[in-house]
């Protein structure tokens, strides 16, 4: 059993923080003690005086026992746009990043770690999103919208994750749009290009039914 995963995504708005609950709730209910963690977010709002991120109340509110928000999101941002143009002012840094992972690590069997953006997102001037993954020596469950594109930027994420030297240690495919045509046959060909397992299918829902979504994982 892996300690945790690192969770990145196709593209933004892809279901990263879906994907995430529903693996923090399927390892909890394989009896492991979970959390989770979102490094960088950005698109904070103020909440009881500091900067909060939505998803990332979610991971922590899905934790297997009550952890600082600190903790799990140490660098929130205000600005909805791309980490390094939200923290100018504040960049994330990897050292303090892997320190809390380090930290996080601790705490439960399993960390659930969910990246910001895509692959290549720019974590802060130097460094992207995959430099983090690097650093937290992480398997990458790559996380695919089923959506017009999907194969497209599925081949290309997958590729991108191997040229890393990161080991990819499958995939999700997260259906967003509800009218698709030939979402299995997309879902099959992504199937057939990634040479990694197809660790869940998440269907539609206008509402997240997290319990139901993890029933679908399979690891």
């Not at 903790?71 to 892997?98: C, F, K, M, Q, T």
Request: glycine share 6%.
């Amino acid at each position: 059993m892996e300690k945790g995963y690192f969770i990145t995504g196709t593209d933004t708005n892809v279901g990263k923080t879906w994907a995430t609950i529903a693996l923090m709730r399927y390892f909890k209910g394989q009896g492991k003690t979970v959390a989770g963690m979102k490094p960088v977010a950005a698109g904070c709002l103020m909440v009881d005086g500091r900067l909060k991120n939505e998803d990332a109340l979610l991971i922590q509110e899905n934790a297997s026992w009550q952890i600082d928000y600190d903790l799990i999101n140490p660098y929130a941002y205000e600005l909805p746009v791309s980490p390094h143009i939200a923290g100018v002012n504040n960049p994330a840094r990897l050292d303090v990043l892997a320190a809390q992972f380090e930290l996080l690590k601790t705490l439960a069997d399993i960390v659930i770690v969910e990246g910001a953006g895509g692959w290549y997102a720019p974590l802060n001037e130097r460094e992207s999103i995959s430099d983090l993954a690097k650093a937290l020596a992480l398997p990458v469950i790559m996380v695919v919208a089923i959506r017009l594109g999907c194969i497209n930027h599925a081949r290309l994420t997958y590729q991108a994750v191997k040229q890393s030297g990161v080991k990819c240690a499958g995939w999700i495919a997260v259906c967003t749009d509800p009218d698709l045509l030939s979402r299995d046959e997309n879902i099959q060909a992504i199937k057939t290009a990634v040479d990694a397992p197809l660790l869940a299918v998440l269907p539609y829902m206008d509402d997240a039914d997290f319990n139901f979504l993890a029933e679908q994982v399979r690891i």
